[in-house]
């Protein structure tokens, strides 16, 4: 059963960076695409990031040329880089693996504020 557990989060002014680490176990890190999702307070989840096995990258519109997502398969750990922090990228951000349905972590929580 895939376990994931996310950490770097925190509280940060506008314009601040945040790495987060998502490490992963109980899987073949290696042959899964991970992703990461945010949930702003009072919205619903949405998706931030994704990196294919083979490290191909995909972002939502808010966060392109901004966020940068990558992964270390020898350390089974997925990681976000964010940079030019804003207000409105506060949220809970948690990592899975789409195609394990369920597999969420307990998620980081990101507060951009002054």
């Known amino acids: 059963q895939v376990q994931l557990v996310e950490s770097g989060g925190g509280l940060v002014q506008p314009g601040g960076s945040l790495r987060l680490s998502c490490a992963a176990s109980?899987?073949?890190?290696?042959?899964?695409?991970m992703a990461w999702y945010r949930q702003p307070p009072g919205k619903q989840r949405e998706l931030v990031a994704f990196?294919?096995?083979?490290?191909?990258?995909n972002y939502a519109d808010s966060a392109k040329g901004r966020f940068t997502i990558s992964r270390d398969n020898a350390k089974n750990t997925v990681y976000l880089q964010m940079n030019s922090l804003k207000p409105e990228d506060t949220a809970v951000y948690y990592c899975?693996?789409?195609?394990?349905?369920?597999?969420w972590g307990p998620g980081t929580q990101v507060t951009v504020s002054s």
């Open positions: 899975t693996v789409p195609r394990l349905s369920g597999s």
């Open positions: 990196i294919t096995v083979s490290g191909n990258t």
């Open positions: 109980g899987i073949i890190f290696n042959i899964y695409n």
